[in-house]
């Protein structure tokens, strides 16, 4: 079934440290991919998203994503990680109008 | 701008009743959905509006879930009966494309548990 797939359910970081939270699709023809995050006590907020052009997606609060085809990935980055970074992050697949969202990653900042 | 605005923020319940919730969207938003957020998971479309027009209702349990949104404005989607199984957070989302690859404004849920 096509899919995308978060293979880590937490990931701790450092501050100051750069962060990755990954995210792969199983998704046939050129994919539609967003990156969502979810503070707590508040609604989820879009950070990014990929349609088609250059593979390095620029997004809000300094995070940013790369497009792989090769390796079908589309991870999340930032150079430098804050505590108010700490949230659940969602990398979501738009399958014909649907918004197909993984399971998440909770990400932890720690001072 | 206002944000999507939906109320109840907790619902508390016992099995067999019913609930209903509400969703203002963005002003000028066309497109709403309703998702289904369970505790550890991402959160599942249930339906998607286009204006008073219902996209996609696919994984909406018709048996028990119905949503309107009859003015093309705000929303009510209701659980009749409610299971255990329907405790999650209900989140409303809007957004100013019938295609979802713009972004959409999600409001803060509705938070259900059933007893």
């Known amino acids: 079934a096509q899919s995308v797939a978060q293979p880590e359910d937490q990931v701790n970081v450092a501050e100051g440290n750069p962060l990755t939270v990954k995210c792969t699709y199983s998704?046939?023809?050129?994919?539609?991919l967003f990156w969502y995050v979810q503070y707590p006590n508040r609604g989820l907020q879009f950070l990014l998203k990929?349609?088609?052009?250059?593979?390095l997606v620029k997004g809000s609060y300094g995070f940013e994503a790369e497009f792989n085809k090769s390796q079908t990935s589309f991870h999340l980055k930032k150079p430098s990680a804050l505590v108010s970074d700490s949230a659940l992050y969602f990398c979501?697949?738009?399958?014909?109008?649907?918004?197909?969202f993984g399971a998440g990653t909770r990400l932890t900042v720690k001072p | 701008e206002a944000g999507v605005a939906q109320s109840p923020r907790y619902k508390i319940i016992e099995k067999r009743q019913s609930v209903a919730f509400w969703c203002n969207p963005i002003?000028?938003?066309?497109?709403l959905y309703w998702y289904q957020q369970i505790l550890g998971q991402g959160p599942k479309l249930l339906i998607q509006?286009?204006?008073?027009?219902?996209?996609?209702d696919s994984q909406l349990p018709k048996d028990r879930f119905s949503a309107e949104r009859l003015k093309g404005v705000d929303s009510t989607l209701k659980i009749q009966p409610a299971k255990l199984e329907d405790s999650a957070v209900y989140l409303c989302?809007?957004?100013?494309?019938?295609?979802?690859?713009?972004?959409?404004?999600f409001g803060p849920g509705t938070r259900l548990t059933v007893l």
């Open positions: 989302a809007s957004s100013s494309q019938t295609l979802g690859r713009n972004e959409q404004f």
């Open positions: 998704v046939s023809g050129n994919p539609y």
């Open positions: 990929y349609i088609t052009g250059d593979n």
């Open positions: 979501v697949w738009e399958d014909n109008n649907d918004m197909r």
């Open positions: 002003s000028g938003h066309a497109t």
């Open positions: 509006f286009q204006n008073n027009g219902v996209v996609d």
